[in-house]
């Protein structure tokens, strides 16, 4: 009884916890230095894109292995608005990415959700190295290897170019970057809990079983395929500033596998999952370059004993430890 | 249900051939079904049977022929469109999804009858609409104790309750159900088709197309039954006729288990 009480209690608990949490993580930069502060920006721009990928992911069941090419066009709408056209306006920058990202996303997304498995994974794996090389050969427009120089962008209208570029990134600009990935959690969580949310379950459970009962497989596919470009856009324009430069490398094969990493790392059948793979990721990555240049190998290893020890991911051992305590009642 | 006069059609197939290389599954069948019949398919192994389910709901078109629901064409339209027309089938396999809960899968069912699947950012389980709707069909079916457990997790029987009464919940006129009370014991078989007819006049159900292979419940249950052989149509008639029709019965059942039947016939004990 008194376990029960304590699991409901620990439930009840689950949305303070991300409150607290959430206000810590805003509060970083008063109690961290400024280079902490700056991973901790990488990590909510990842975290934006690691969200919509887990739509996909998670939820619908289609693992994209090209991702990163969506991360690159809000990271390249950036890069443009304010090199090229001289339009550093964050929010203008954000809409435009949103809206790029979910035309192209919406075309390819139309061919690729007809298959699913290892054959979505490749296509959507083709489509992101074809941007690659895109981005590559096409150097008079987009730099080639080079990239493109991403200025620092008005925050909602207003200029910081007086500010120093660490007291920027690690001051208004975290803020801002922690505003948005706290709108756009928010904003999926009512995804994940709506009617198409269910209907997402549904088809990544069984296609054949959701299509009987009048649910529409191939076009919830796309417009969860186009939400999670769209997330994808957004954290990778927010990440363009904070690095100063785009190179063709933000759309390699290897970041749409990062992306993947940090949904099976934090464990992807849970809504905050690959936000723990997320930080976790970031955090680890940081700690072991600093020791050794092989840190691939290490992660590699990591990758290896997650898949075979705790499939779940971390957020699964932590779900499994409290059914645990459950059953102990 | 009773047939009335001035019967309506619902559905009707008209010569539908289907063939896999050489192979006939279905070969010249028509028949029309309407509004208020109960309607059992039987025949044996391979006489075609799930694929004239497969060809009725949408999902496999046939090759010559036409099959009409509600005065429209509906060869080869899907399973989808054809739920929303009205139209639902259930599985002879146990066809859920493993790791819903009782409730989430009937409101799968429920979501998608009232159109708000695309409905992206409304809370799920603050919709009285859709929490009542799917509660309601568990009711019918007697789920509703068993309603937060995962499908993977209840018993067979259960499974298979679960699996129609997901159909059920489309609120469609025609439910096509392709061996309901399969893989249950023997027992539980009469329950199953009380809840199926009592859950249909509940929901307002017209017609109900079942493929079945227990002789009994065929013939206590429906108001007609079609018997197939190797694809085409051997008798279509009422329960009492073709009970009687010693040739469709042993051509249905095999020698073996006719003479069961008519031996059981004769002395009522099965």
New interface residues.
Partial sequence: MKNRQEIARLKSLKLPLVIVIGLVLLCVPLFAGQFFSYLMLTFFAYAITVIGFNLLFGYAGLLSFGHALFMAVGAYTAAFLTSTFALPYMELILVAAVIVSAILAALIGALCVRYIKIYFAMLTLAFGMLFYTFLLKFYYLTGGDEGMRVLRPYLLGIDFSGTPKMQFLAGTYYIYAFVILAILTF?MW??V???????L??IR??P??????????KK?RW?AFVISAAYAAVGGALLAPAVGQVDPGLTYWTQSGTLVFMSLLGGFDYFFGPLIGGIVYILLQNSVMSLTSYWRFIFGAILVFVVIVAPGGIAGVIGSLVKRRERRD | MTNEEGKTAILSATDVRKWYGGFHALDGVSFTINEGEFVSIIGPNGAGKTTLINVL?GLVAPNTGTVVFKGRDISGI???KL??MGM??S?QLV??????SVL?FL???V???LG??????????R?KQ?TDGAMEVAHLFGLDAKKDMLAKNLPQGDKKML?VA??FA?HPEVILLDEPTSGVSTSDKNKIMETLVSASKQIGIKSILQVEHDMDLVFSYSDRVIALQAGKILADSTPALIEQDEEVVCTVMGKKECFKIFSSLQNKER
């Fill in positions: 904003v009512k995804i809990s709506s009617p198409f949310g269910l209907c379950k549904a459970d069984n054949e079983k959701a299509e009987y009962l009048g649910v529409s497989v919830y417009y | 709901t899907g399973p989808e739920s929303r639902a089938r599985f066809n859920v999804f493993p790791n819903f989430e409101m799968v069912a979501v998608s009858r708000k699947g695309t409905r992206l950012f409304s809370s799920l389980l919709d859709i699996d997901s159909a489309l």
